[in-house]
């Protein structure tokens, strides 16, 4: 979940913002309805009114949303601004909008729920001739050289420290992607674009394409890196390559095992994949070339032991340990229309070794109402 510092420093990105003020301005006229879809902290629908907004729909399901709410008050626009705070997918209009303006992406657009949160606010709260913005994503794959930052994540398990052997860890790491800020310079390959996606008509919150990577210089290279370039409108982009002004999504790289070194014009074999599981993608890349074969993916990059492994085969019968039957025990009280201060102080006396004050009771239910309730 992002913090109103995050908001801020997104706020900061003047090549984003650029992007976004050219976009808004060409697509608004005054009968223009708006979605901000993931409004954060609101910028996004002040400058929709600015440029003319008949009305905008900020849907954040954070707290941030109180700063949007503070903001349109404080800048006269509270009524032309509705702030509902509610994942999108739980959230209603009384009417259909005319355009949907997002940007929840991270280093890549398959960060968390954002593509499937697209979908459903397209299909759902958008009027058939409706608009999106950003129109597409493009994701570009190139060699690089990461050493530095790849070699300083290894270091703590390869250092020997107090002469003990730490490896075992390293595989986690191998097989964790990670942000990073590389230069043009760190590029071994020319960029291929790896996939695109269209927000009109994207359907699956999932990819996989194959592609080959041909080396135009010789080096070694430290696995693959990915970067977007979107296009909000044809004359409004934003993109993260290396290269461009320092932004506030950096890139993803996706390490090897082991350097490999590269010859000008070798030709490397890619398979990558994201997969959408619960709110987290799966990574899974194949690499291929010459003699060289690796297959990683970011599920390999957390420990699993064989009980936690266990608990959640299909056959598992699985019971609710304490902390569970405590939170079925306030959820039972939710639905009975107890308040908050009720179910605390029956918590207090129900389970009297687990909460010791009423005060405790109370952080305990407001946590499972907060995540439960409405």
């Given at each position: 979940?992002?913090?109103?510092?995050?908001?801020?420093?997104?706020?900061?990105?003047?090549?984003?913002?650029?992007?976004?003020?050219?976009?808004?301005?060409?697509?608004?006229?005054g009968n223009t309805v708006v979605l901000d879809l993931g409004a954060g902290t609101g910028i996004i629908a002040l400058l929709a009114c600015r440029y003319g907004a008949?009305?905008?729909?900020?849907?954040?399901?954070?707290?941030?949303?109180?700063?949007?709410?503070?903001?349109?008050?404080?800048?006269?626009?509270?009524?032309?601004?509705?702030?509902?705070?509610?994942?999108?997918?739980?959230?209603?209009?009384?009417?259909?909008?005319?355009?949907?303006?997002?940007?929840?992406?991270?280093?890549?657009?398959?960060?968390?729920?954002?593509?499937?949160?697209?979908?459903?606010?397209?299909?759902?709260?958008?009027?058939?001739?409706?608009?999106?913005?950003?129109?597409?994503?493009?994701?570009?794959?190139?060699?690089?050289?990461?050493?530095?930052?790849?070699?300083?994540?290894?270091?703590?398990?390869?250092?020997?420290?107090?002469?003990?052997?730490?490896?075992?860890?390293?595989?986690?790491?191998?097989?964790?992607?990670?942000?990073?800020?590389?230069?043009?310079?760190?590029?071994?390959?020319?960029?291929?674009?790896?996939?695109?996606?269209?927000?009109?008509?994207?359907?699956?919150?999932?990819?996989?394409?194959?592609?080959?990577?041909?080396?135009?210089?010789?080096?070694?290279?430290?696995?693959?890196?990915?970067?977007?370039?979107?296009?909000?409108?044809?004359?409004?982009?934003?993109?993260?390559?290396?290269?461009?002004?320092?932004?506030?999504?950096?890139?993803?790289?996706?390490?090897?095992?082991?350097?490999?070194?590269?010859?000008?014009?070798?030709?490397?074999?890619?398979?990558?994949?994201?997969?959408?599981?619960?709110?987290?993608?799966?990574?899974?890349?194949?690499?291929?070339?010459?003699?060289?074969?690796?297959?990683?993916?970011?599920?390999?990059?957390?420990?699993?032991?064989?009980?936690?492994?266990?608990?959640?085969?299909?056959?598992?019968?699985?019971?609710?340990?304490?902390?569970?039957?405590?939170?079925?025990?306030?959820?039972?009280?939710?639905?009975?229309?107890?308040?908050?201060?009720?179910?605390?102080?029956?918590?207090?006396?129900?389970?009297?070794?687990?909460?010791?004050?009423?005060?405790?009771?109370?952080?305990?239910?407001?946590?499972?109402?907060?995540?439960?309730?409405?």
């Amino acid at each position: 979940m992002y913090s109103v510092t995050d908001f801020g420093r997104m706020i900061d990105d003047e090549a984003r913002m650029d992007a976004f003020r050219k976009a808004l301005a060409a697509t608004i006229d005054g009968n223009t309805v708006v979605l901000d879809l993931g409004a954060g902290t609101g910028i996004i629908a002040l400058l929709a009114c600015r440029y003319g907004a008949k009305r905008v729909y900020a849907i954040e399901p954070s707290d941030a949303l109180q700063v949007a709410r503070e903001t349109a008050v404080k800048n006269g626009l509270a009524d032309r601004i509705v702030c509902i705070q509610k994942r999108s997918t739980d959230a209603t209009l009384p009417e259909r909008v005319d355009l949907i303006v997002e940007d929840m992406r991270g280093a890549l657009p398959w960060c968390s729920t954002h593509i499937p949160d697209v979908i459903d606010a397209r299909e759902r709260l958008l009027k058939p001739e409706g608009r999106i913005i950003p129109r597409r994503d493009t994701v570009f794959c190139s060699l690089a050289a990461a050493d530095a930052p790849y070699r300083a994540r290894l270091a703590p398990w390869q250092s020997r420290p107090e002469g003990l052997d730490l490896s075992p860890a390293a595989r986690y790491v191998e097989n964790a992607p990670c942000g990073v800020r590389l230069k043009p310079r760190q590029l071994l390959s020319a960029p291929v674009a790896w996939t695109s996606i269209d927000y009109s008509s994207v359907s699956s919150a999932n990819v996989r394409e194959q592609f080959v990577l041909e080396a135009r210089r010789a080096g070694t290279a430290d696995g693959l890196l990915l970067w977007f370039e979107t296009e909000l409108l044809p004359e409004a982009r934003i993109s993260n390559a290396p290269g461009r002004p320092k932004n506030v999504y950096g890139q993803l790289f996706l390490p090897w095992p082991r350097p490999m070194e590269v010859e000008k014009g070798a030709r490397i074999e890619v398979a990558l994949r994201a997969d959408l599981v619960g709110e987290d993608y799966v990574w899974t890349w194949e690499t291929h070339c010459n003699e060289h074969r690796f297959r990683q993916s970011s599920f390999a990059a957390e420990p699993i032991s064989a009980a936690s492994l266990a608990r959640r085969a299909a056959h598992h019968r699985p019971t609710l340990a304490r902390e569970g039957k405590i939170a079925q025990f306030v959820l039972e009280r939710m639905a009975g229309s107890m308040t908050l201060a009720e179910i605390a102080d029956a918590l207090v006396e129900t389970f009297p070794e687990r909460f010791r004050s009423v005060h405790e009771g109370l952080d305990f239910a407001a946590g499972v109402s907060g995540k439960y309730g409405e």
